[in-house]
């Protein structure tokens, strides 16, 4: 059990950053989308793909999770 409760520790610490990010970011102008988000508009219709946040954030991810597996065993 040990293991499990590790986990969950540890995915609630990383929602609770990613979330305090979130925050922060959209506090400041200009930083609500990165180059590479596509946002197509129609009439009544609206679709935003964040293409370039998620590559950002998956690379954040892999990184985080590379430094996690070699240093926190």
């Known amino acids: 059990m040990p293991a499990i409760a590790k986990i969950l520790i540890f ?3 990383l929602l609770l950053l990613g979330g305090i990010l979130l925050w922060g970011l959209y506090k ?3 930083i609500k989308s990165l180059p590479g988000d596509m946002v197509f508009k ?3 219709f609206t679709f935003y793909f964040p293409l370039g946040t998620s590559i950002l954030l998956s690379l954040f ?3 985080l999770v590379y430094f996690w597996r070699k240093f926190g065993g």
Do not use: K
């Open 28 to 30: 400041f102008p200009g």
């Open 61 to 63: 991810l892999t990184l």
């Open 11 to 13: 995915t609630g610490l």
């Open 42 to 44: 129609r009439d009544n």
